[in-house]
């Protein structure tokens, strides 16, 4: 999902927003079109017209409703990238069901926000993204059952105990840069370990990542 944290182009994010209620859509346009370095380039209230905004604008992110009249704003994620290739998505929701973490990571999402949080942390989301990097709302991760069955064997072992703290500060939303302020190391350190993370985990992003942490209780203390 190209995870690593990517160069932000010049000039202004450009976001287009899909949802189906008229109010909201609204006031989530009309607050990012106050943000001096967010452009909204497009809004729809269906996958289809989600699809439809993306290929025209080609935006850098899309804010996704996961529930809409035609579908789930995971389809969508995947017919946006199906036309507009750079385009991530991050997902809105006003669920905190594991099921709706599971869709945007088996739909190559870049993260999933919960409507209970305040703009200012939206706004922060779409930074993240469009940054290349992954949010995962704690929320929603809170929401993933630990596995019922034994850990992976050998999975405690074969995580060092580096890698289990960059999978914990990349559980609460920490960037790689951020990361390695933490830490201490250099941002191609932390890139370092988090390959290592993906290949040892057996997944294919740092949501998937985060994911299969909490699962297997490598998130704990």
């Known amino acids: 999902m190209g995870d690593d944290a990517a160069e932000r182009t010049a000039g202004p994010i450009r976001v287009v927003v899909v949802d189906d209620h008229e ?8 607050l990012l079109e ?9 809004t729809a209230s269906t996958v289809a017209g989600a699809v439809a905004v993306a290929e025209a604008g080609h935006p850098a ?13 995971t389809d969508a994620a995947t017919s946006i990238r199906a036309v507009s290739a750079t385009t991530r998505t991050l997902i809105i929701t006003g ?11 088996e739909a190559g999402c870049s ?9 200012a942390e939206l706004v922060g989301a779409i930074h993240v993204v469009a940054a290349g990097e992954t949010y995962v709302d704690p929320h929603v991760l809170a929401a993933v059952r630990p596995s019922p069955a034994p850990r992976s ?14 999978l914990v500060l990349m559980a609460q939303g920490r960037t790689n840069q951020a990361i390695g302020t ?3 190391v250099s941002l191609n350190t932390v890139r370092n ?5 993906l290949r040892k985990l057996e997944v294919h992003s740092k949501l998937e990542a985060v994911f299969v942490a909490r699962r297997e209780g490598l998130l704990e203390p």
């Not at 992110?61 to 704003?73: C, I, K, N, S």
């Not at 669920?95 to 990571?105: H, N």
């Not at 072992?157 to 890698?163: A, D, G």
């Open 23 to 30: 109010m909201v859509l609204e006031g989530i346009r009309r």
């Open 34 to 42: 106050g943000e001096p370095d967010i452009e909204v380039v497009g």
């Open 61 to 73: 992110v899309a804010l996704v409703d996961y529930q809409l009249p035609d579908g789930r704003g």
């Open 95 to 105: 669920s905190t069901e594991e099921s709706v973490l599971v869709a945007a990571i």
């Open 111 to 119: 993260g999933v926000l919960t409507k209970n949080k305040a703009f």
């Open 153 to 166: 064997p050998g999975l405690e072992t074969i995580v060092s105990k580096r890698e289990r703290e960059v």
């Open 182 to 184: 933490d830490l201490f």
């Open 193 to 197: 370990h988090v390959q290592s993370i």
